[in-house]
């Protein structure tokens, strides 16, 4: 079983719509989560981090998480294709270690 | 925000040669540095832990005299590939962890080895 696990899309939404990205991970002892925007060629960019049980927003964003089910998910509302990338997943089980990341999911956001 | 920067950012070599990768902290001091490898279409897979002033820590399956890591600084991490080979084409990015455990990705430096 992988580590962190996302579905690889591509997941395509009009412009405007809200885009949903889920993220399951394997390790219980998992501490933080967090959401990479990554496009073509460049280096990931973090979008969400994101600590406790319950929902985070951030403008258009909104990260959930839900221990119990080692779930992670993310919401983007107002969808725009400049979202248009791929959306990592990663998870530490420490503050301070190397991030686990997920394959990634790619987004196309049709305008 | 903390920036990390990588040099070269692109760099073509031929089979056989060593090619030397810089990452920098530029505004923060770094004890710890991270170096991930990223094939097309995968994810970020965790090469080797970087620990200013001490061996570096390798994940299973990477090869520590292939390469070789250095973190003589808490603002400066290298990474050297040796004998390329056309396998070992592919975009290795670093990240830097701050006093306060945050990490800072860098913008990654694409290896192309013919």
């Known amino acids: 079983q992988k580590e962190v696990e996302q579905n690889s899309g591509p997941l395509s939404v009009p412009e405007g719509a809200i885009a949903s990205l889920n993220c399951t991970y394997s390790d219980r002892v998992s501490q933080s989560f967090f959401w990479y925007r990554q496009y073509s060629g460049k280096s990931p960019e973090l979008i969400m981090s994101i600590y406790s049980n319950g929902d985070k927003e951030d403008g258009r964003f909104t990260a959930q998480l839900n221990k119990a089910s080692q779930y992670v998910s993310l919401l983007i509302r107002d969808s725009q294709p400049s979202d248009s990338a791929t959306y990592l997943c990663a998870v530490n089980r420490q503050a301070g270690t190397a991030l686990i990341f997920g394959k990634g999911t790619t987004l196309s956001v049709s305008s | 925000g903390a920036v990390v920067s990588q040099h070269p950012s692109w760099v073509i070599c031929k089979s056989g040669t060593s090619v030397k990768i810089e990452c920098r902290s530029l505004d923060f001091q770094a004890t710890t540095m991270f170096w991930y490898r990223q094939f097309p279409k995968q994810s970020l897979m965790l090469m080797a832990t970087?620990?200013?002033?001490?061996?570096?820590?390798?994940e299973q399956g990477v090869e520590k005299d292939k390469f070789l890591i250095n973190h003589a600084s808490l603002t400066l991490s290298t990474l050297t590939v040796t004998s390329a080979h056309p396998e070992d084409s592919s975009f290795y990015i670093c990240?830097?962890?701050?006093?306060?455990?945050?990490?800072?990705f860098g913008p990654g430096t694409r290896l192309t080895v013919t």
């Open positions: 990240s830097a962890r701050d006093l306060a455990y945050e990490q800072y």
């Open positions: 970087s620990n200013e002033g001490s061996k570096a820590t390798y």
